[in-house]
């Protein structure tokens, strides 16, 4: 899969980062399962959230963290306003 790498490490939660081609925007998130997280994001039954408006999504990079505060920190440092395109 083009963009995507994963450590092998026992890490539990992850930050990802999404593109979507319609609204040529990426979104960054973090989560304990990316497979599912990307499946609701795709999922225009279920998902209420400002995400719904780019499917389809495409994963381009999972990043791998041991705990959530870790990738919660990530999650918010890259979605300050200076990284946004």
């Known amino acids: 899969m083009q963009g995507f790498f994963y450590f092998d490490c026992m890490c ?3 930050l990802y980062i999404l593109y979507s081609p319609g609204l040529d925007k990426y979104y960054i998130g973090q ?3 990316v497979g599912s997280r990307l499946a609701y994001h795709n999922e225009i039954s279920l998902n209420r959230l400002w995400t719904c408006r780019g499917i389809p999504w495409e994963l381009k990079s999972q990043i791998p963290f041991s ?4 990738a919660v ?4 440092y890259l979605n300050k306003p200076e ?3």
């Open 12 to 14: 539990h939660y992850f």
């Open 31 to 33: 989560t304990g399962n």
């Open 67 to 70: 705990s959530r505060s870790m």
């Open 73 to 76: 920190k990530a999650e918010r």
């Open 83 to 85: 990284f946004d395109s």
